[in-house]
């Protein structure tokens, strides 16, 4: 059976997902935190595009990363800390993110809802 399904994913081009792995939605849109900040994601696949907003709605800052799973690994440039690198959990609904962040020395927890 393995056999078939490496077989047809290959034919067909189709990534393979493990048992009991689920599929998380798509996570592209805005995004909000629990102090108010506002982000926009942009999720193709595994890859992910992260803009910080200011309250206008322009980007103040930019990152990138990847989706595993409901697991999320990022590098966010803020212009009042610098180069961050983080990790989040995504609930299985797709409409939160909760996780940590570390920008130098300083370690931040996070949890951002989907607006």
Do not use: C
């Not at 047809?8 to 599929?23: C, H, I, M, N, Y």
């Not at 959990?89 to 607006?115: E, L």
């Amino acid at each position: 059976m393995n056999e078939l399904i490496d077989e047809l994913s290959t034919a067909l081009r189709l990534p393979k997902r493990q048992r009991g792995e689920t599929a998380i939605p798509n996570l592209s849109g805005g995004w909000s935190d629990t102090e108010g900040v506002h982000f926009r994601l942009e999720h193709r696949g595994e890859h992910l595009l992260v803009y910080l907003l200011d309250y206008g709605g322009r980007p103040v800052g930019q990152g990138s990363g990847t989706v595993t799973g409901n697991q999320i690994r990022f590098s966010l440039q803020r212009p009042d800390y610098g180069q961050g690198n983080g990790t989040g959990t995504v609930s299985s609904d797709g409409r939160q993110i909760s996780g940590a962040i570390q920008y130098g020395h300083q370690r931040f927890g996070f949890s951002i809802s989907k607006d």
